[in-house]
């Protein structure tokens, strides 16, 4: 199993920019993707970004295209965040996770760091 640990957040006001990083350590051979997600209070865990790890493939929520960035370091086993003209919606605890293959679904979640944004 992998072990992550998400670390960047904070609190900006809104238009400003944070980075978030998420290490990976353990079984991080096993990894066919990493993917962003982010639950606001009272709300449902949603989709941010995902990319695969040969980098060839990256997806975004329509929400952030345009303004948030992920990559992704193999050397360092680390996916991050930059997200860039930030909103209040864009308030929330923000997850990685991982994906082992190209049908399974995200799992071995880190433990959220949090993201707010004021307006």
């Known amino acids: 199993q992998v072990q992550l640990v998400e670390s960047g957040g904070g609190l900006v006001q809104a238009g400003g920019s944070l980075r978030l990083s998420c290490a990976a350590s353990?079984?991080?051979?096993?990894?066919?993707?990493m993917g962003w997600f982010r639950q606001a209070s009272g709300k449902e865990r949603e989709f941010v970004a995902a990319?695969?790890?040969?980098?060839?493939?990256?997806n975004y929520v329509d929400s952030v295209k345009g303004r948030f960035t992920i990559s992704r370091d193999k050397a360092r086993n680390t996916v991050y965040l930059q997200m860039n003209a930030l909103k209040p919606e864009d308030t929330a605890v923000y997850f990685c996770?991982?994906?082992?293959?190209?049908?399974?679904?995200?799992?071995?979640w880190g433990q959220g760091t949090q993201v707010t944004v004021s307006s």
């Open positions: 353990g079984r991080t051979f096993s990894t066919y993707a």
């Open positions: 990319i695969t790890w040969s980098g060839g493939v990256i």
């Open positions: 996770a991982q994906r082992t293959g190209p049908s399974t679904p995200f799992g071995s």
